[in-house]
């Protein structure tokens, strides 16, 4: 039997900045109220003051307890209801997620976005939602009621008559009526989809140690730099431009100055101070390059969301993206920056500024304060007393994935080989020994073209990877068509998957493939099963014509989509390389999933993972390097033939190996 819960809770904490944990541990947190039901039945509700046997009775009868974003009613579980209320543990077993269930089929992930999508009849009462968010956190005491409330222990103010709370425990109701809707509308997790999001319970619940002190440090010096800039913007510019976000201000003094730039971006910046100019100009764009970095804004996110014990949690989020792979949530770990551009040891850089702040580092480094914060910022997150992080990364994953799916066995020796895969491509693209390919054609076109061509990518794509300094006709010719000629397998994939689709749509029930990968339309979701077993979901998919990047119209595959930049639920369209692009990411996420089953089973602890890399907290003298390694590369039976490799190090701080 499955129950349906909603906790409905309020707090002087501001759970978008602080996150569910730190939210959950706040001393102001508590239940307002938690609605829960059985399938087909009416919903029922507790409330503190309420007898808890048969919210207890229920729950411990309950085979399923699930919620919608039931991490943050584990979270109210386990630090309100445990604490405060005397509750027993929370089932953790028995916990399941309508918003996992959602996310899995490719669906707007709040309940609201989930129901409007699937045109569900009963939706999500909004009405009762702004009322919640009204209830949710404290007051202003009125004119006649002094500044703190004497009768809560916090001194707090809050919305909560009896008509307010009547209509609160109404809408909490509600919730779990469209929760059940919802996921009676969508397929349960598979068992082994199951495992992967308990783990990911685990994780994200387990959070990674942050250095509070070194956060702190970091961001006192880059409070102290940009306190520094400003006073010198604003004497420079006599007092016209006070902030670096003044961004129309400072163009029109640049242009007095001679500089007229059509934006002040990062890229525009950068372009700017390659040119001459005056001593006053360049200054101005120095300060505007070194403010625009928003180096502060991750330390700050840090010290937001450590709970008391120092730890960072619930920076995960669990089929983040359309292919299942994770995305980052509070801290964002997935958006560190990439590359470490100093030489400096990141450790020894964080003593440096906790012992002298801005002063000493301005007296021992050349590096501007604000890509020092950009580099280091990983290495606030630690390792807890007694303990090391082992990390791993998996080496050029999607690069092989693609190889692998496509049969192209020429690319797959390379990897198998051990070679350097941009090397490689530069030498089949310049028709020259591998021996002979130089650093700069490694670059371009060896690693432009590795990163740009593999998804039917050309001119645009080549141009984001690096690809400047020639015209669309000689990117066309150098880069893209040789490319293409070298990887005839490949070219050949995009085609297969994109007339796979088209004909699955067209023929509704009928099993089309490409390789290893089928593609069936069954009720309103067109299917896409990968070699692990693992379904995609593409919702009301739909032939329409559609306008090609070149400008042609071509019949295509549209469905439905959360819109990646404006979070609209919209209709796009897909070919060929974009569905490569999918069901390579798709199994290269699948590969790592079940890599961290198996790390986790081994004892090693997983606190993060970010893209291809897994962090493990684990005792010092436990485990090694070369053991997580092995354990993340023994390839499972489906992906036969996968040329995996992974490297890693050990460490006390996360890095950039």
């Known amino acids: 039997m499955r129950l349906y819960i909603d906790f409905e809770t309020r707090s002087a904490c501001d759970i978008r900045k602080h996150g569910a944990w730190v939210y959950a541990e706040h001393p102001t947190t508590e239940v307002l109220c938690l609605a829960y039901k059985w399938e087909r039945q009416p919903p029922q509700l507790w409330h503190p003051g309420m007898p808890l046997i048969p919210l207890i009775d229920a729950i411990s009868r309950a085979d399923i307890v699930e919620a919608h974003n039931a991490s943050f009613e584990y979270a109210i579980w386990l630090c309100v209801c445990c604490g405060k209320y005397h509750w027993p543990e929370p089932p953790v077993e028995k916990l399941r997620c309508s918003a996992a269930k959602a996310s899995m089929h490719a669906l707007p992930r709040s309940l609201e976005g989930a129901c409007n999508a699937l045109g569900l009849p009963i939706q999500k009462d909004m009405e009762g939602h702004r009322l919640m968010m009204k209830m949710c956190k404290p007051r202003r005491p009125r004119k006649d009621e002094p500044e703190v409330n004497p009768d809560d222990p916090f001194g707090l103010y809050w919305h909560e008559g009896p008509a307010e709370l009547k209509r609160l425990y109404q809408y909490c109701m509600n919730d779990v009526i469209a ?71 400072m163009r029109k003094y640049l242009r007095g100055l001679g500089v007229d730039l059509p934006d002040l971006a990062a890229a525009t910046v950068k372009e700017a101070l390659k040119r001459t100019l005056s001593n006053e100009a360049r200054s101005i764009l120095e300060i505007r390059r070194s403010l625009g970095r928003s180096s502060a804004a991750k330390y700050q996110a840090i010290l937001n969301r450590s709970s008391g014990d120092g730890r960072v949690r619930g920076a ?27 030489s400096v040891n990141p450790e020894e850089m964080l003593n440096v500024v906790l012992v002298g702040g801005l002063e000493l ?71 020259k020994p591998y021996e002979a390919i130089t650093k700069e054609e490694r670059q371009s076109p060896g690693k432009v073209a590795t990163l740009a061509c593999g998804y039917g990518g050309s001119v645009g794509a080549v141009r984001n990877f690096g690809g400047d300094g020639m015209t669309d006709d000689e990117i066309k010719e150098q880069i893209v068509w040789p490319w293409r000629e070298a990887h ?15 004909s699955a749509v067209s023929n509704p029930g009928q099993i089309t493939s490409a390789r290893a990968i089928g593609f069936r339309v ?31 119209m071509k019949e295509s595959v549209t469905y439905m989509t959360v819109d990646s930049l404006t979070k609209k639920w919209r209709r796009t369209n897909t070919y060929g390389g974009k569905l490569a692009e999918n069901v390579t990411q798709a199994i290269c996420r699948d590969l790592m999933a079940e890599a961290m089953l198996r790390v986790e089973a081994a ?14 907290e684990v005792p010092e003298r436990f485990g090694s390097v070369e053991e997580l390694i092995n354990i993340m590369c023994d390839v499972p039976a489906w992906a036969k033939g996968f040329p995996v490799k992974a490297a890693g190090f050990r460490s006390k701080r996360y890095k950039k190996d």
């Not at 005839?488 to 088209?502: D, H, I, N, Q, S």
């Not at 299917?527 to 995609?536: F, Q, V």
């Not at 004892?603 to 493990?616: A, K």
Request: negative net charge; charged residues 25%; proline residues 5%.
């Open 522 to 552: 069954q009720g309103p979701w067109l299917l896409c099963r990968l070699p692990s077993g693992r379904l995609l979901y593409y919702y009301d998919p739909d032939i329409r014509p559609m306008e090609t990047s070149w400008g042609e």
């Open 361 to 431: 580092h301005d007296a021992l480094y050349e590096d501007d304060p604000m890509s020092t914060a950009g580099a280091v910022t990983r290495s606030v997150l630690t390792a807890r007393e007694g303990h090391d992080l082992v990390v791993a990364d998996y080496s050029a994953v999607e690069g092989r994935g693609l190889a692998w799916l496509a049969g192209e066995e020429k690319e797959l020796d390379i990897y198998r080989s051990d070679q350097d895969v941009y090397i490689a491509t530069a030498a089949m693209i310049l028709h």
């Open 603 to 616: 004892g090693y602890p997983i606190v993060i993972t970010v893209h291809d890399e897994l962090v493990c």
């Open 488 to 502: 005839p397998k490949t070219v050949a994939f995009w085609r297969e998957l994109e007339e796979a689709c088209f």
């Open 179 to 249: 929760e059940e809707a919802l996921s009676d509308a969508l397929r349960d997790l598979p068992p082994k989809e199951l495992d992967i999001w308990q783990l990911d319970q685990r994780i994200n619940a387990r959070g990674i140690q942050a250095d509070i002190p070194a956060a702190e440090a970091m961001l006192a010096m880059v409070g102290d730099h940009e306190s520094k800039l400003l006073a010198r913007l604003n004497k420079l510019t006599h007092g016209s431009v006070k902030t670096a976000k003044q961004v129309e201000q």
């Open 316 to 342: 995960l989020l669990y089929h983040g993206a359309g292919t299942g792979r994770w995305s980052g949530a509070g801290i964002q770990p997935q958006n560190f920056p990439s590359r470490i551009k100093t």
